[in-house]
């Protein structure tokens, strides 16, 4: 499978490039900056470089041609200001569904966050966060066209993945290593059946393809 990936410098996107080169897949990553396509090359991936704030709708739909994946995982970044949640969280998230619509591919896979709300209220930088994932999810969702699956991951950690997590609709707070959210969307990729659901994930007692089958299976 062709799998391009949105944020593919980011430390999620990193880790799939990986499991998804291993497994003898072809995973490609839009990045903004020139001077991350080594890092790509080094775990299996191809660099495209694009930058999701300025591009348009066609632009990114022609990098998407022929693939048969897409995943979302940019993020503004825990240093960034209220202002780029919304053009990175929110409108490039919108932008690139759009452009998977556009291009014909089918599965599209989202990194979202737990407590993603378009209803959510305050003003801190957090509250526009949840808030601009919110809508990014109700965006996707209303895409009839994509397979989508929506992953909400509890808080990240850089802790080793022990491959064993909670997968379900509500999963209540918890911890995620980026190891295991990497694993998860991998199984997500090729899980067509999980298209149409909200996923919350934690750290948890079962194993990622075990969860995963779990859910589609529901």
């Known amino acids: 499978m062709r799998i391009v990936i949105a944020g593919g410098h980011g430390q999620i996107a990193l880790r799939l490039e990986r499991l998804l080169a291993a497994r003898g897949d072809v995973p490609a990553g839009i990045v903004r900056r020139p001077e991350q396509a080594d890092d790509l090359r080094e775990a299996g991936a191809e ?5 999701l704030e300025s591009a348009s709708v066609e632009e990114v739909a022609a990098h998407l041609e022929g693939a048969d994946a897409a995943v ?9 200001g ?35 709300d ?7 930088v957090f509250d526009v966060y949840l808030r601009a994932k919110g809508e990014a999810d109700a965006h996707v969702r209303a895409h009839k066209s994509l397979d989508w699956t929506i992953l909400r991951p509890g808080a990240l950690t850089n802790d080793a993945g022990r491959g064993l997590v909670r997968l379900e609709a509500h999963t ?6 980026r190891d295991d959210v990497a694993a998860v969307l991998a ?6 059946a999980t298209a149409g659901l909200v996923l919350e994930l934690t750290g948890g007692s079962t ?6 089958k779990s859910v589609a299976g529901n």
């Not at 979302?72 to 960034?80: D, H, L, T, W, Y």
């Not at 199984?187 to 067509?192: K, M, V």
Request: with cysteine; net charge negative.
């Open 47 to 51: 660099p495209i470089v694009c930058d």
């Open 207 to 212: 194993p990622v393809s075990v969860a995963v």
């Open 82 to 116: 209220a202002a780029r949640k919304d053009t990175v969280d929110r409108d490039a998230a919108i932008l690139f569904a759009d452009a998977a619509e556009r291009a014909g591919v089918r599965r599209f896979v989202i990194v979202s966050s737990m407590g993603a």
């Open 187 to 192: 199984e997500l990729i090729e899980t067509p």
């Open 118 to 124: 378009p209803e959510h209220r305050g003003d801190e």
């Open 172 to 177: 209540g707070r918890g911890a995620i290593p």
């Open 72 to 80: 979302f995982a940019a993020g503004a970044g825990p240093g960034s």
